[in-house]
């Protein structure tokens, strides 16, 4: 087992995440999982916020792919309507990870096969209706 952090707050996830940016490099991916409403993305403002992007960061649950920016850019997907490699493929996953992209990818159980070996796989599971633990491996 990895880290484990206990966030009692939208701003105590943001903050987590915006102390893992400084740990993010050209290529990395953070695969996200956890169900609707644990805070994937609350941890991907702080992402943001961390790499110095001002950005809106809002769940791609339509659009299923936010790029952020920034140098290298922070790539936000969702997965959670991918169901298979053509799915994959048409997100531009691979295209972003070749580009040395930085991705976070909410939903990443539908894609768990095609994640990179060195992933940084966080977990967010609700102790309550307010408190989150946020589990790296």
Not at 7 to 29: M, N
């Amino acid at each position: 087992m990895g880290e484990v952090f206990r966030s009692c707050s939208v701003q105590q996830t943001e903050a987590y995440g915006h102390a893992l940016a400084k740990k993010l490099r050209s290529g990395s991916v953070v695969a996200l999982f956890g169900g609707m409403g644990m805070g994937k993305t609350a941890l991907v403002r702080g992402l943001a916020s961390g790499l110095g992007l001002n950005a809106e960061v809002s769940s791609p649950t339509f659009a299923l792919v936010h790029d952020y920016g920034g140098n290298p850019p922070l790539v936000h997907f969702d997965m959670y309507r991918v169901s298979g490699w053509d799915d994959l493929y048409s997100t531009g996953f691979f295209d972003y990870l070749d580009a040395g992209a930085i991705l976070v990818v909410e939903w990443s159980e539908n894609i768990v096969s095609a994640l990179p070996d060195d992933t940084i796989r966080i977990t967010i599971r609700a102790e309550d209706e307010n408190v989150r633990i946020i589990e790296r491996e």
